[in-house]
């Protein structure tokens, strides 16, 4: 049978087949994915394989198998075994959800997520939520950002989870698709998803990461079915994609509008930043390329570590 992971506990994982029907099963044997060093060999999205088994008229399931991913996300675990935990997989795109002002979300945070989210091969679409509460000032603001994120490729879509204002419209995109919702705290995350679907109590507020010995607990995702067709995976305590280790040269390749000109650049090893001949920096004095955009790409490659945890990985 193949069934699609819906929840994992760390030793058993819940698979739902095709037909609805829900399985709690197990792994056999030792399981390894080439390149990954997890400590979860399954997640939540993966498609597996299983056959039934009963002990004590009990009916449970063995894994065997497990389909090619599409993608994934994974995070880095905090202790000194290096190991990553992937937190799921077949995403077929995230929501972030940005406010301007209440909390403010800055463009450099915008940007990595969006870089880590190109990294992951995760299609993202922007929500600027709380319109309602916006004056002229602020709605130009919007307007303004959404310009720039449209202009490289992203949708935009100004909402309120309050007033229901485009709701519709990201419930049409979630139709049958697998997503997920990012951003800050308290940019109103748990309010739009309760209008989208009411009834469904995702648990973005995670009581406390912290076990009594101080060590982070472990993170596990959930899959929800959406009544009008597709899901949505709940990740509690996770606002940010996380790090992601990428090598200097390749953080342009994850700005669609730098990799679109890097061909451009006289050096093929052009950094964009004090290189000859660049075509990226004649884009940025021509203003085709946004001021705010190339501010992140050069913190993202001078490797402003410190800040890029703080800022695109919380936990409270
Ligand atoms: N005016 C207005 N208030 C909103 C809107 N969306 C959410 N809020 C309010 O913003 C606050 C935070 O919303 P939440 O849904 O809890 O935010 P969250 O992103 O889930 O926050 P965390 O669970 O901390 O990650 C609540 O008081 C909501 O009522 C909106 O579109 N307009
Ligand atoms: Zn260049």
């Known amino acids: 049978m193949t069934g699609l992971v819906y929840k994992s506990t760390g030793s058993w994982y819940t698979v739902k087949t095709h037909s609805g029907e829900t399985y ?39 894994i065997h198998n497990i389909h090619d991913r599409k993608n994934y996300i994974v995070r880095k675990s905090v202790n000194l075994s290096k190991q ?43 929500l600027f939520n709380k319109i309602d509460t916006y004056d002229e000032e602020t709605l130009d603001e919007v307007r303004y ?67 009594s010995q101080g060590q982070h607990t472990t993170t596990f995702a959930e899959m929800f079915d959406l009544s009008f067709g597709g899901q949505i995976i709940d990740t509690p305590g996770i606002k940010g994609f996380g790090v992601v280790d990428m090598d200097k040269y390749e953080v342009g390749d994850y700005f669609p509008e730098i990799f679109n000109l890097k061909q451009d650049c006289k050096f093929n090893n052009c950094l964009h930043i004090k290189e000859p001949k660049c075509a990226v920096k ?12 190339y501010r992140s790409y050069l ?14 990985y919380e936990q409270d």
């Open 282 to 293: 004649a884009a940025l004095d021509q203003d085709e390329i946004a001021f705010s955009r």
């Open 299 to 312: 913190q993202i490659v001078e490797g402003d570590e410190e800040h890029y945890r703080t800022d695109n």
């Open 145 to 211: 950002l959404a310009h720039v994120y449209r202009k490289i490729g992203y949708e935009c879509i100004g909402v309120s989870a309050k007033t229901g204002k485009n709701v519709e419209k990201v419930k049409g995109l979630m139709q049958d698709k697998v997503s997920m919702f990012s951003g800050h705290s308290g940019v109103g995350k748990s309010t739009l998803v309760n209008a989208i679907e009411p009834g469904l109590n995702i648990k973005t507020k995670e009581i406390s990461t912290l076990h």
């Open 24 to 62: 709690d099963c197990r792994i056999k044997g030792k399981f390894r994915i080439k390149g990954i060093k997890s400590t979860n060999p399954i997640a939540v999205g993966d498609y597996v394989d299983f056959e039934l088994e009963t002990n004590n008229n009990q009916v449970s399931g063995v």
């Open 84 to 126: 990553t935990h992937i937190i799921a997989s077949n995403i077929d795109q995230v929501f972030l959800m940005i406010t301007i002002n209440n909390p403010p979300t800055l463009t450099s945070f915008i940007d990595r997520f969006l870089v880590t989210a190109e990294a992951y091969s995760v299609k993202t679409i922007l």
